[in-house]
């Protein structure tokens, strides 16, 4: 019997690639540019207006039903879709959307981005990603050797982001432990860790983390030092932050190595937010002794300007990865490994991965090293720019200078309710998205300034519309 012949080829059911996909794919774009646009200007500020409710009921009078018996055409949907959700998003390049880590992507990035995501590559195999493999390694090594400086032996895996390079981090350290034969892993880190540090080792089946109070906002080495002579315990994994997610701190690293050192104890930094401060000759001298880091995660989503996700996790030598190695017939076979063919499985916990090293590589060279270290010291100097701001205005008190590129601020003799009312407040009228954050002091609003193209004037006015949402 003859074979059926294949269905017609129409515009829904195109693809991306091969040498006719960038043919199918360009009209899309401009459908998708276009919504994009009217999304933004529908929407008129960093967020929709009206809070959850108003958002959910447009989301529904655009999507439902969502799964129709009979579709609405690409064309229709692409358009309805992309401009629902850009008209109901909160937007990281509006430079009044500063609540959070979540940085404006360059456009450059997102554009390598589409390509990676037209190719489809998946870094399980090198058959299915013969280039973006190679990419891969020359690219991580570079990000190693700017984290590790002198050490060739460096090198690092790519992460969905500071969450699995934390959880990584805490594996490969459980691992090296039971190598070692000693007990279970203990792990000491201060309050003001990642929410992950404790969730990965729950994870892990490890003992819960011994958590040091911070109330200065960093760990204290002489807390610590204590904490390890009095402890006993082997192997103890201490996590240090480099950029702490309330007001962007930097535990003293040098301390807290040297204490290591004389007790035996591994140390993993958490450099997801500071990490990229190595770029800028000035800025990194507040991370020194990351070097010293047993492992270190770094996430260029953040302080890098990449589409989500794009986090790492570097390692001083290679053979520290060891312990993540697996073996599948169909993907790394002994004979295809010894003939050459490079094996993955090592790479990651995850086997479908993205070629999320794609818009990294592209970032970098385009942009170089000074070119980054230039956006990197732009927006550290906008959030030194809004805390003199803060500080010279009569309605505002500063809760300290800031480390990276995070401000804490909240009004003038303001409890915990008025500063969480009015942070609530402008984000249901859609005029700022602030975060919070809380301190031995209180609640305070929280600024974290990732765009570099925000001028002092936005700034100005963003303290504007924080004063006319204050309510006592």
């Known amino acids: 019997m003859p074979a059926p012949p294949p269905p017609p080829t129409t515009p829904a059911t195109a693809l991306a690639g091969g040498a006719q996909g960038t043919r199918a794919l360009r009209p899309f774009l401009d459908i998708a540019l276009l919504a994009l646009a009217r999304g933004a200007t529908a929407r008129g500020g960093p967020l929709p207006a009206g809070g959850p409710e108003t958002v959910a009921a447009r989301i529904r009078a655009a999507a439902s039903p969502a799964l129709p018996e009979h579709g609405t055409g690409p064309g229709e949907a692409l358009h309805t879709l992309v401009q629902a959700l850009a008209e109901g998003a909160a937007d990281p390049a509006d430079p009044h959307c500063a609540a959070h880590l979540h940085s404006p992507p360059l456009a450059l990035a997102t554009a390598a981005d589409l390509a990676a995501g037209t190719l489809n ?73 990642h929410h992950s540090i404790q969730r990965s080792a729950w994870l892990l089946g490890l003992p819960a983390p011994h958590s040091l109070p911070t109330p200065s906002g960093t760990l204290d080495p002489e807390d610590l030092r204590t904490t390890l002579t009095t402890l006993h315990t082997t192997p103890t994994l201490v996590v240090a932050t480099a950029g702490t997610t309330d007001a962007g701190r930097i535990d003293p690293l040098p301390r807290i190595a040297d204490h290591c050192a004389a007790h035996g104890a591994t140390l993993h930094v958490d450099a997801a937010y500071g990490g990229p401060l190595l770029f800028s000759d000035t800025l990194k001298k507040a991370l020194t002794g990351l070097d010293r880091a047993d492992s270190i995660t770094l996430d260029l989503h953040k302080l890098g300007w990449q589409p989500i996700a ?159 949402h204050t309510t006592r």
Request: glycine share 6%.
């Open 121 to 193: 590559p998946s870094l399980d195999s090198w058959d299915q990603a013969p280039s973006a493999t190679a990419l891969e390694a020359l690219t991580t090594q570079a990000l190693a050797a700017l984290a590790y400086p002198g050490r060739p032996t460096a090198d690092a895996l790519v992460t969905t982001g500071g969450t699995e390079s934390n959880q990584l981090a805490l594996l490969l350290a459980r691992e090296a432990a039971r190598t070692r034969g000693t007990g279970p892993l203990h792990i000491v880190c201060g309050a003001n860790a």
């Open 310 to 468: 794009a986090g790492l996790l570097a390692v001083p030598d290679a053979t520290a990865l060891r312990p993540l190695a697996h073996q599948a017939d169909y993907l790394n076979a002994p004979d295809d490994t010894e003939a050459g063919l490079p094996d993955l499985l090592h790479r990651s916990l995850r086997t479908t991965r993205r070629p999320d090293v794609f818009k990294i590589a592209v970032t970098l060279r385009a942009l170089g090293r000074r070119g980054i270290a230039e956006l990197v010291e732009r927006v550290c100097a906008a959030a030194h720019h809004l805390a003199d701001l803060v500080d010279a205005h009569p309605s505002f008190e500063l809760h300290s200078r800031p480390t990276i590129s995070t401000v804490l601020f909240r009004p003038l003799g303001a409890d915990h309710h008025t500063t969480a009312h009015t942070r609530r407040r402008l984000l249901h009228n859609g005029h700022a998205v602030l975060g919070r954050a809380n301190t031995p002091q209180g609640l305070w609003l929280k600024a974290t300034l990732l765009n570099p193209h925000t001028r002092p004037d936005d700034l100005r006015h963003l303290l504007t519309l924080v004063e006319g």
